[in-house]
C-alpha cells in the first residue's frame, strides 16, 4: 500500500465516469482497480465518493441550475373533431397545384375552431387527397400545418407536421398508392401543437412537387359548399376561399384540464415558476412560504410546494392570475444525482471532476485506510487539490469565495470556505506510524 501511485495533477476529462474516478482512488489505496470484495470495495467507495459529491452540491453553484418545462393541464382524453364533410368526397382537380415547374407547392386549408375550456393538442389531422391521371409519376412531399387566423384567413405557423414523402404517386410508409379518388392521408404531429380554447385556427396541407411538371395532386371536396375552406399556390401573396365545395381535413386532439397543481421531478429547490410561452400571457409566480399551514391563505401569482412523490417528484400548489396555463417553466436548483454505475457521469463538470478523486482518496488517508504516506507528498495532494477547489469557487460559485479550509483534525468540511486559512489534514511527520495520525472525513 505505498503511495508511489498517487497522481499528483489533475486531469479531468469527459471520460471521468464513476469507475474512472473509483480506480484514481482505488489504485494508490489497494494497488489494483476497485474490486467487489476486500478490506476497500468498489461500492465503498462510490458510497463515500457520492456523499462527497452531495456536500460540495450543497454550495449555490451554476451547475446545479435547472429549468424545466412542465404541462400546465391534464390529458383526460382523446378525440376526433367532427369531419368537416359527412357526404360523398371526390377529388376535384380545380384544386391541384398549378405549377408547371418542379419545387412548386400548394396549400389547402381547412378552419378549425376550438371549443370549451378544456386545452386541445393536437396529436395528428386528415386530408384527403387524388392524383391528376395519368397516376404514378408525382414524387415529392406533403406536409400538415397548424396556422393561426388573422381576419378569416390562415395566418402565422404555430406546428409542423412530420413529413410525408410520396415516391412516383406511393406513400410507402401508409401502404397507399395515389389514384384519381381522394384517400385519406394522415398526418403525424410528433411535436404536438396547444390550441387555446375557443380560438379559429386552420388545418394546412403543403403539397411540394420535386420532379414532374404536369402530374398534380389536389384536394378531396364534398359537394356542401363551405365558407372554411381556402387555397394558396407558390407565388399568391392571399388565400382564395374555395365555396363550391368544402376541402375534406379533421385533426385529431388531446382534451384535458388545466391544472392548479403540478409535479415536477429532479429538483431540490424551486425557486420560481413562470409561463413564457406568449408575451400577451406572461405570468411569474413566487414561493409564498415553505412552511405554509393554509392553502386557502396563498396570495395571487404565489406556489407552495405540498409533498413529494414516491419518487421523490415534488408535487407544486399553483395560485395564479391566468387561469388557462398550457405550459409552466420551473426554475431553481436541481437534485445531485447519486452515481451508481460505472458509466455514471458526476454533476460537477468535466474540468474539475478530480475534485471527488482528490477529496475521496484524502478522506481514506485522514483514516489511516493507507499506510507508508509521506507527508510532504500528501501536503503537495492537499495543494493541488486546493487550488482545483478555489478554480471551481472562482467559476461557478455565486456567493463571492476562494479557497477552503482544511481542518488540522482531519476533517473536510466542504461547505465552509475561508480565504486565509492553510490547509492541513493531520499533523503527521516522515515516517511516523500509523497509531500517530488521526482524522475523519465524517
Request: charged share 15%; aromatic share 10%.
Amino acid at each position: 500500500m505505498a503511495d508511489v501511485n498517487i497522481d499528483y495533477t489533475y486531469q479531468s476529462g469527459d471520460n471521468d465516469n464513476t469507475v474512472a474516478l473509483v480506480n484514481k482512488v482505488s489504485n494508490p489505496l489497494l494497488g489494483k482497480d476497485a474490486d467487489t470484495t476486500g478490506t476497500i470495495t468498489k461500492a465503498q467507495i462510490i458510497i463515500r465518493m457520492n456523499t462527497i459529491q452531495k456536500n460540495i452540491c450543497k454550495k449555490e453553484f451554476t451547475f446545479m441550475n435547472k429549468r424545466s418545462d412542465f404541462l400546465g393541464y391534464e390529458t383526460e382524453a382523446t378525440t376526433t373533431d367532427a369531419e368537416s364533410s359527412t357526404g360523398a368526397v371526390t377529388g376535384d382537380s380545380t384544386l391541384g397545384n398549378s405549377a408547371s415547374v418542379s419545387g412548386q407547392s400548394g396549400l389547402y386549408a381547412y378552419k378549425h375552431t376550438t371549443g370549451g375550456e378544456n386545452p386541445q393538442v393536437v396529436s395528428e389531422c386528415v386530408f384527403k387527397l387524388a392524383h391528376q391521371s395519368p397516376v404514378g409519376e408525382f414524387t415529392g412531399s406533403l406536409i400538415a400545418y397548424i396556422y393561426s387566423d388573422s381576419g378569416g384567413s390562415p395566418n402565422s405557423i404555430q406546428g409542423t407536421s412530420d413529413t410525408v414523402s410520396v415516391s412516383s404517386g406511393v406513400i410507402s410508409a401508409q401502404s397507399i398508392t395515389l389514384t384519381t379518388t381522394a384517400q385519406a392521408i394522415t398526418f403525424t404531429f410528433s411535436t404536438t401543437v396547444a390550441l387555446s380554447a375557443g380560438t379559429n385556427y386552420w388545418i394546412v396541407v403543403k403539397v411540394l412537387h420535386t420532379t414532374g411538371t404536369t402530374n398534380k395532386i389536389y384536394c378531396g371536396t364534398a359537394a356542401t359548399a363551405s365558407t372554411t375552406s381556402k387555397y394558396k399556390f407558390q407565388g399568391e401573396t392571399s388565400w382564395t376561399a374555395y365555396t363550391a365545395a368544402q376541402i375534406y381535413a379533421k385533426v385529431t386532439y388531446y382534451l384535458g384540464t388545466f391544472l392548479t397543481t403540478i409535479e415536477v421531478s429532479g429538483f431540490q429547490r424551486v425557486d420560481r415558476i413562470t409561463n413564457g410561452n406568449t408575451s400577451m400571457y406572461q405570468v411569474s409566480l413566487q414561493e409564498y412560504n415553505r412552511n405554509i399551514g393554509y392553502l386557502s391563505n396563498m396570495k395571487q401569482d404565489t406556489f407552495v410546494a405540498t409533498g413529494y412523490t414516491d419518487d421523490g417528484n415534488m408535487n407544486i400548489q399553483i395560485k395564479s392570475s391566468l387561469s388557462h396555463v398550457m405550459t409552466w417553466t420551473a426554475e431553481g436548483r436541481k437534485k445531485t444525482p447519486a452515481l451508481t454505475s460505472d458509466n455514471d457521469i458526476p454533476v460537477i463538470p468535466s474540468d474539475h471532476r478530480d475534485i471527488l478523486y482528490f477529496d475521496t482518496l484524502l478522506s481514506y488517508i485522514a483514516e489511516n485506510k493507507m499506510i507508508d504516506v509521506n507527508k510532504a507528498n500528501v501536503d503537495l495532494l492537499v495543494n493541488f487539490r486546493n487550488n482545483l477547489w478555489k478554480d471551481m469557487l472562482e467559476i461557478y460559485l455565486v456567493e463571492e469565495s476562494s479557497s477552503i479550509e482544511i481542518a488540522k483534525s482531519g476533517s473536510i468540511p466542504n461547505d465552509e470556505v475561508s480565504d486565509t486559512k492553510e490547509p492541513n489534514y493531520f499533523q503527521v511527520s516522515p515516517n511516523s506510524s500509523s497509531s500517530n495520525r488521526k482524522g475523519s472525513y465524517y
